[in-house]
C-alpha cells in the first residue's frame, strides 16, 4: 500500500502509537499518528487498549529476574540441550 504525504496505514499507526508510549516517536509520526486517530475507529481502538495495558503493567509493579537469575537459568537450559544431543 502506497503511503500518502499525511495519511500512515493502520499497521503502520500501530506501530507510532508503540513507539509514542515510550517516549520513541518523533514530532512528525505523532502527528500522522493524532491525524489517523482523528478518524479510524481500529487505530484508536488500538491506542485506548495500549493505553490501558500500560497502566496496568505501571500499577502492577512487576519486577524481571535479577541479572545472576537470567544467567544461572541461561547456563542450566544450555546444560540441558546438551544432554539431549
Known amino acids: 500500500m502506497k503511503k500518502g504525504f499525511l495519511f500512515i496505514s ?3 499507526a ?3 502509537c508503540d513507539k509514542a508510549q515510550y517516549g520513541e516517536a518523533t514530532i512528525w509520526e505523532k502527528f500522522e499518528l493524532k491525524l489517523r486517530l482523528s478518524w479510524c475507529h481500529i ?7 495500549n493505553q490501558k495495558l500500560s497502566e496496568v503493567l505501571k500499577k502492577s509493579n512487576l519486577k ?3 541479572l545472576k537469575d537470567r544467567e544461572s537459568l541461561k547456563l542450566t537450559i544450555q ?4 544432554k539431549q544431543h
Do not use: N
Request: overall charge positive; proline content about 0%.
Open 43 to 49: 487505530t484508536r481502538s488500538y491506542a485506548k487498549k
Open 10 to 12: 493502520c499497521e503502520e
Open 64 to 66: 524481571g529476574m535479577s
Open 79 to 82: 546444560q540441558e540441550l546438551k
Open 14 to 16: 500501530k506501530h507510532i
